[in-house]
């Protein structure tokens, strides 16, 4: 395909950026002079110690005690950065506060709005840290939060990570099972649980289910509960819960902050824990900050008093993301309910109403708009939005046109690529460069990332593993219970030794220096030797107006064959006929190769998704393959388990 220039920032938004700036300090206090951005992505590559260590001298970061170097060892895992410097994250995040201007805007489905100054952030912060550290919450201790995407959730994390204590959350609409598999990893000493939620019109209490967690974590000392619903919708609250309001009653503490170790864990987040138990996945206070600080100014361009807004849930990477706009003295922009209700355009009307400055969003979520024909332009005034971010799976071709003809004609689309395991992008936006149809800006500086071919060299121009080649601040520096770190290294490092194996197919443009993610390559259909990624599938299938979801797997079966089924979700009342077979068919082969044309087409009610929004191509191909049940699928990790009944089925008949 075409990949047609979409965008290309004007002289004075390329003059303004942090990334010029960051340039122009390079030159004037290293004398260094780069053309391009390629030029200084190859830099910070090929001297990863110095890039590193000017990011912690430009933004100028706060340390109790100095480093005694860099980085350690290059050797991956097991690399150590910038060992002997203690400081804290938290800290940073208010160093750049507003006084009464506005850190954190609140809206939900219901109608809430709610603006809080950084003072009393300040003030509602110092208290709830006053509060953990009374009843010994300290250095090193974890404490878990079962909340929904409210200010207060914030709150808890800036306040129990000021004390240097370990926070970890997830969202209200997990399954008891599923949050017990994650926080009973960590042996949590408080657990802060709201009463309920509510999601598309409806609201669920999740009393028995805060219960139920309760009980199956004996290491808890205390239960704060946060009250959301409605009284009358809510259930009766065992007596020995703290009311979320105890934590706010000290009007006249001091905000301080706790000094740790670089490499002190910041936070446990989670694999999407498709089959066995999620991978407890722990980052540091240092890694993270300095990550956060180069993505937020660089790749995302965030000025102060600007507005950040992700569309996302506590139990999401993204969650943590978002806290990291503070750094910029932004503020952050929370929504929690559905994104299309009351109806398709909720999340345009906010942007509209707040004036978002970054609006942040899922691929799926743009796909679905498109799919609807949905066009906020006609109806919505977003001239404030200087930027639009997707992630959470490969943005089709088709979507990027359809950004700048139906949202906004002059706009910086970010599509970016990343993870839970680095709690950030790989790849993603720069202000200097244009925006090609389909394709992800650059790789974002410090990050050695290439496409390998099966001989396990590095190419240009053609499908490849998504390889890292040296190690980042914000890899984890280690699995929660992981004893010789035997379970991390299988998970990235096994693959190329001593480089992380990412597990997407990525091919990288010689003209543009561009992306494009073909999907995950656990997940690959390999066809007669030709790897296919499943994004390339899905792409096309979305110009098929009758189908509103599908699933690609393929499967290796006996004596070398193999079958490939599409799944299909149809639109409406739409139906599966031969006609619309054929044609889908013949649009997958002229679109992409014969290759692409899958075996058969089968008709499902449903798309097996995690609760994070991914669709469940491996788990449901080990099912397909003929694995037990239980060694397949989780089923507490997933938005719709009853999807599953038809493959379970289905698989019999292979």
């Known amino acids: 395909m075409i990949q047609n220039k979409l965008w290309e920032a004007d002289s004075e938004f390329k003059t303004n950026c942090h990334l010029n700036q960051y340039m122009n300090w390079l030159n004037h206090e290293h004398q260094l002079s780069f053309n391009t951005y390629n030029e200084l992505w190859e830099w910070s590559i090929q001297n990863i110690e110095l890039f590193w260590e000017s990011i912690w001298k430009y933004f100028d970061v706060k340390a109790y005690s100095s480093y005694n170097e860099v980085l350690s060892s290059r050797e991956m895992p097991g690399s150590k950065w910038f060992e002997g410097a203690t400081l804290n994250y938290a800290e940073h995040l208010f160093r750049n506060s507003q006084g009464d201007k506005p850190a954190i805007i609140f809206g939900n489905e219901r109608g809430s709005n709610q603006k809080i100054s950084w003072n009393e952030l300040i003030s509602k912060v110092s208290s709830m840290a006053s509060y953990f550290k009374s009843i010994g919450v300290g250095k090193g201790d974890c404490v878990v939060a079962f909340m929904p995407n409210v200010p207060e959730t914030t709150m808890a994390f800036l306040a129990v990570n000021s004390l240097g204590a370990i926070w970890s959350s997830t969202s209200p609409d997990f399954g008891s099972e599923s949050v017990v598999d994650r926080f009973a990893q960590i042996e949590p000493k408080v657990l802060i649980a709201v009463d309920g939620y509510f999601y598309n019109g409806k609201s669920y209490s999740k009393i028995d289910v805060v219960q139920e967690i309760e009980a199956a974590l004996p290491s808890l000392e205390k239960v ?364 997958l082969r002229k679109e992409n190769s014969p290759r692409h044309v899958p075996d058969s087409v089968i008709r499902v009610k449903d798309i097996p998704y995690t609760i994070s929004g991914k669709k469940m191509e491996t788990p449901i191909k080990k099912i397909l393959m003929g694995m037990p049940l239980e060694k397949s699928i989780n089923f507490d990790s997933m938005r719709n388990p009853e999807s599953v009944d038809f493959f379970i089925e289905f698989a019999k008949t292979i």
């Open 224 to 587: 704060v509960l946060f009250s959301y619903l409605d009284q009358e919708s809510s259930n009766d609250r065992p007596g020995h819960y703290i009311d979320f309001d105890v934590l706010l009653r000290n009007k006249t503490a001091e905000l301080e902050f706790e000094a740790v170790d670089f490499n002190h864990p910041i936070w446990v987040l989670y694999s999407s824990g498709t089959t066995g138990l999620p991978k407890a996945i722990v980052h540091s206070h240092g890694g993270i900050l300095l990550e956060h600080l180069k993505y937020m100014a660089f790749h995302n361009d965030v000025h102060e008093g600007e507005l950040f807004f992700w569309y996302t849930t506590t139990g999401w990477m993204m969650w943590n993301f978002v806290q990291a706009a503070l750094l910029m003295g932004a503020t952050i922009v929370l929504y929690d309910g559905s994104p299309t209700y009351p109806h398709i355009n909720k999340l345009w009307e906010f942007a509209q109403e707040e004036g978002i400055h970054h609006f942040g969003t899922s691929a799926p979520f743009l796909v679905y708009n498109m799919k609807k024909g949905n066009a906020p332009i006609k109806e919505y005034d977003l001239s404030k939005m200087r930027s639009l971010s997707s992630t959470g799976a490969p943005l089709p071709h088709e979507a990027f046109e359809y950004v700048y003809e139906n949202i906004k004609k002059d706009l910086w689309l970010c599509s970016m690529a990343g993870g839970t395991d680095v709690c950030t992008a790989f790849v993603g936006g720069n202000p200097l460069y244009a925006v090609h149809t389909g394709e992800i800006q650059c790789r974002a500086l410090g990050v050695s990332l290439h496409a390998y071919n099966d001989s396990g060299d590095p190419v240009l121009d053609e499908l490849g593993e998504m390889v890292i080649e040296q190690p980042l601040p914000s890899m984890p520096i280690y699995f929660w219970n992981d004893p010789g770190q035997d379970r991390y290294r299988s998970s990235y490092f096994e693959h190329y030794p001593g480089k992380w194996r990412h597990g997407d197919f990525i091919k990288i443009s010689s003209k543009t220096d561009g992306l494009v993610i073909y999907g995950r390559s656990d997940a690959t259909l390999n066809r007669h030797g030709i790897r296919i990624g499943t994004s390339e599938i899905y792409r096309t299938l979305d110009q098929i107006d009758e189908i509103e979801d599908s699933l690609i797997l393929n499967l290796e079966l006996d004596e070398g064959n193999h079958f490939m089924p599409l799944f299909v979700k149809m639109k409406g009342s739409e139906m599966l006929s031969e006609n619309l077979i054929k044609r889908i068919n013949r649009t």
